[in-house]
């Protein structure tokens, strides 16, 4: 199977719209601009993708390479368009940001204040050349210190899904001035790109940061804290992540309640711990709570609560409840198909985990056809090294392997 949980790291910054009036793009535009996008990169991989064949060997060596970071970018979409509210959310702060980084009366003078309402527009649109190119010019004139210049790129880089670009620009920022910010930027980019040492290193700096400065009662510090588990749990330390998510939640039930969609999401995070150590009726009870607080909160019809359910039927098939976990990932499977549609990497992920299940029930040849669809949709959109690819293989070649 492939396990999903939404164990992400969140930011608990809030960031007000001020200065100069750049207002935020309207959310139906937001998510068309993301379509488009998503359409032209599948353009391009087709394109890439024939020629492939066609070059020698060193040109093919740089087609599979652009080939691979068009599919990470393709993933990245796929996961913004599963809840575009929050990716709305994150990019209008990226915007905020960045005009409070060059709200400054020498910086505007020097740059010219038409110059900079042109590039914050067009970042606003989802088109990233232009203030990038301002940004670098900020540091390279001194108009703005460059651990500020170097953040802002990092933001820019990251709502364009240039990973590597953002690590690099966040790194550096961290690495010249240990603000909160750069520091929740470098911790989540480094945990994005697997490079686990280095966000455990970062976030258990941010937790110690918001200590100090807000205190550990409150929601800012119950966040921190659930991201650093899930970089404890990544590095094989479950007891301590248990102890961080419990923490969380104790602190979740004296502030933002016990309703919140935040809590359900660490309530979930902590079942899958308990999942991995054996503890399957303690996770079963939560996993349930988790969903029932989404049933209320989100409603059943939202990408998230397919979520919830998947994960909740990979748990009862490894208590041996074959037939519900079956029904639990049927559900899961319509609402990711009148939600996020039937091409995306989640619903591929559903597809997987309930081939798995009829599999179990001696049903090979539907076992076969959900394992064949749901490479189809990986291929699709990983790059061919992918892991979930590699496995999902594996699990086709076992699938025929057993059937009579």
């Known amino acids: 199977m492939i396990g999903r949980t939404d164990n992400n790291v969140a930011d608990s910054t809030g960031v007000q719209q001020a200065g100069r009036d750049i207002h935020g793009i309207d959310p139906a535009l937001f998510i068309e601009e993301m379509r488009r996008k998503d359409a032209r990169i599948d353009a391009l991989i087709a394109e890439k993708d024939a020629l492939v064949s066609q070059v020698n060997q ?50 505007q003078h020097a740059l010219g204040e038409n110059r900079i309402r042109s590039a914050l527009a067009a970042f606003r649109e989802l088109e990233y050349g232009e203030i990038d190119a301002l940004l670098a010019e900020t540091e390279e004139r001194a108009l703005i210190t ?50 686990f040492m280095e966000a455990l290193q970062a976030q258990e700096l941010v937790v110690a940061h918001v200590k100090v400065r807000e205190g550990d009662k409150c929601v800012a510090y119950a966040t921190e804290i659930n ?13 301590d992540a248990e102890r961080l998510y419990r923490e969380a939640l104790e602190i979740d039930r004296v502030t933002i309640g016990e309703g919140h969609p935040e809590h359900a999401t660490r ?14 009726e303690e996770a079963e009870r939560l996993y349930r709570e988790a969903i029932e607080i989404d049933r209320v909160a989100i409603g059943e019809e939202h990408p998230s609560y397919a979520i919830r359910l998947s994960n909740l039927a990979r748990l009862v098939n490894e208590m041996g ?14 609402i990711d198909r009148i939600t996020i549609g039937d091409a995306h990497i989640n619903y591929a992920i559903h597809l997987n985990n309930l081939a798995f299940v009829v599999l179990g029930l001696d049903r090979f040849e539907e076992a076969e056809q959900y394992y064949i669809r749901a490479l189809k949709i990986f291929k699709s959109a990983l790059p061919p090294d992918h892991s979930h690819i590699q496995q999902i293989e594996g699990n086709l070649t076992a699938c025929r392997a057993v059937r009579p």
């Open 58 to 107: 060193l040109e093919r060596a740089e087609l599979e390479r652009e080939l691979t970071e068009l599919r990470a970018k393709k993933s990245d979409l796929n996961e913004r368009l599963a809840n575009p509210e929050q990716a709305l959310q994150e990019h209008t702060n990226r915007v905020t940001q960045i005009e409070q980084l060059l709200d400054d009366t020498a910086t």
């Open 146 to 195: 460059a651990a500020k210049a170097a953040y802002g790129r990092g933001m820019v880089a990251e709502d364009a899904i240039r990973w590597q670009d953002a690590y690099t620009h966040y790194k550096r920022a961290a690495e010249m001035q240990s603000d909160l910010n750069y520091l929740r930027a470098y911790a989540r980019i480094s945990w994005r790109l697997a490079k």
């Open 227 to 239: 991201n650093f588990a899930g970089i404890v749990r990544a590095h094989g330390r479950p007891n």
């Open 267 to 280: 309530l979930n995070n902590l079942a899958g711990v308990l999942r991995e150590q054996g503890r399957l």
């Open 321 to 334: 409840r074959s037939g519900e976990a079956e029904e639990l990932y049927l559900r899961a499977l319509e």
